[in-house]
């Protein structure tokens, strides 16, 4: 293993940019092809509609009440309908509606059905339903279903050379392996820091925040933590600055190597700032002042990270 200089890899990832539309992180399914999704979204329609003619009549709503929560809670996918979609006007998501006992979700539904019958039926029904709806909903969901996608990602990138480790005593027998101590190897990664005698004191100041990936390769470990990030603002300029606090960590032993992965476009303003007078220009020289400083990380994109692997290898 020949690994070069740290500001290497960060200056190379400089020079290769994140790509406009990554592959990785492309979620298209088409929705509109499940007939049973359809039927019961259509089915749903006329519940509703009925509900807003029984409500105005001051007849019993009970049963129609029953067959509506049916729907929406046994049938995959509802939840991306015109009906739902108007919950956030009300500040009530699907997911606060499912975690509901039976009883308050009765409760909670027969609220916000008056609520739409009052605020929406009547133009919806001038305006006239289509399928397209469903998808569109769908589709406008899609960041949220990508779930490890991040970490699929850097699996990826390790190919099919890198092992999938299960046990501390597997060190001894492999040459180059892997595991996700966030995504359910959280024990490995403690008898890791008790066999290589790690602090790890970002995850003790952090709140117990586990690394996406440990990476071994004979005696060297690399503690990896992963952030794809798309834009700045909020919850994003949170993960920019803790992936870039990852570094500022350091151990004793030389072999221990803490490595930043930024993915998404977001990474390009690092390229595009290059007076360092904005935002992003600030935290590009955090991140060269922590590389200085601390020879064993790395702050890497997609092709920093790719031709480190292969210098591993």
Same mark, same amino acid.
């Given at each position: 293993?020949?690994?070069?200089?740290?500001?290497?890899?960060?200056?190379?990832?400089?020079? #290769?940019?994140?790509?406009?539309?990554?592959?990785?992180?492309? %979620?298209?399914?088409?929705?509109?092809?499940?007939?049973?999704? =359809?039927?019961?979204?259509?089915?749903?329609?006329?519940?509703?509609?009925? %509900?807003?003619?029984?409500?105005?009549?001051?007849?019993?709503?009970?049963?129609?009440?029953?067959?509506?929560?049916?729907?929406?809670?046994?049938?995959?996918?509802i939840q991306y309908?015109?009906?739902?979609?108007?919950?956030?006007?009300?500040?009530?998501?699907?997911?606060?509606?499912? *975690?509901?006992?039976?009883?308050?979700? =009765?409760?909670?539904?027969?609220?916000?059905?008056?609520?739409?019958?009052?605020?929406?039926?009547?133009?919806?029904?001038?305006?006239?339903?289509?399928?397209?709806?469903?998808?569109?909903?769908? *589709?406008?969901?899609?960041?949220?279903?990508?779930?490890?996608?991040?970490?699929?990602?850097?699996?990826?990138?390790?190919?099919?050379?890198?092992?999938?480790?299960?046990?501390?005593?597997?060190?001894?027998?492999?040459?180059?392996?892997?595991?996700?101590? *966030?995504?359910?190897?959280?024990?490995?990664?403690?008898?890791?820091?008790?066999?290589?005698?790690?602090?790890?004191?970002?995850?003790?100041?952090?709140?117990?925040?586990?690394?996406?990936?440990?990476?071994?390769?004979?005696?060297?470990?690399?503690?990896?933590?992963?952030?794809?990030?798309?834009?700045?603002?909020?919850?994003q300029d949170k993960?920019?600055?803790e992936i870039i606090?990852?570094?500022?960590?350091?151990?004793?032993?030389?072999?221990?190597? %803490?490595?930043?992965?930024?993915?998404?476009?977001?990474?390009?303003?690092?390229?595009? *700032?290059?007076?360092?007078?904005?935002?992003?220009?600030?935290?590009? #020289?955090?991140?060269?002042?922590?590389?200085?400083? #601390?020879? #064993?990380?790395?702050?890497?994109?997609?092709?920093?990270?790719?031709?480190?692997?292969?210098?591993?290898?």
């Open positions: 293993m020949v690994l070069k200089d740290n500001l290497y890899y960060w200056h190379e990832s400089l020079k #290769n940019p994140e790509p406009i539309i990554d592959d990785f992180y492309i %979620y298209d399914e088409i929705v509109l092809n499940d007939e049973n999704l =359809i039927d019961k979204v259509w089915e749903l329609r006329n519940l509703i509609t009925a %509900y807003c003619v029984i409500l105005k009549l001051n007849q019993d709503l009970t049963k129609i009440l029953e067959n509506i929560r049916n729907i929406l809670i046994n049938t995959n996918k309908t015109e009906f739902t979609a108007f919950w956030k006007v009300l500040d009530i998501s699907y997911s606060i509606f499912i *975690d509901q006992t039976q009883t308050d979700q =009765i409760n909670i539904l027969n609220n916000l059905l008056k609520e739409y019958c009052e605020k929406r039926l009547e133009q919806y029904n001038k305006l006239g339903y289509t399928n397209v709806i469903v998808q569109s909903l769908y *589709d406008n969901g899609a960041s949220r279903k990508k779930g490890v996608s991040g970490i699929e990602k850097l699996v990826s990138l390790l190919e099919t050379t890198f092992e999938k480790i299960f046990h501390i005593k597997n060190l001894n027998n492999i040459r180059i392996g892997y595991f996700l101590p *966030d995504n359910g190897d959280e024990n490995l990664f403690k008898q890791l820091k008790n066999t290589f005698n790690i602090q790890y004191k970002y995850g003790q100041e952090h709140q117990e925040k586990n690394p996406d990936m440990v990476l071994i390769i004979n005696n060297e470990v690399f503690i990896i933590e992963a952030k794809h990030i798309k834009e700045s603002g909020g919850a993960q920019v600055l606090d990852f570094i500022k960590y350091n151990e004793n032993q030389k072999n221990i190597h %803490y490595l930043s992965f930024m993915d998404g476009i977001y990474f390009n303003k690092f390229i595009l *700032d290059k007076e360092n007078n904005g935002k992003a220009g600030k935290q590009k #020289n955090d991140i060269e002042v922590y590389l200085n400083k #601390n020879k #064993n990380n790395f702050f890497v994109n997609t092709h920093g990270l790719s031709i480190l692997l292969k210098d591993i290898k």
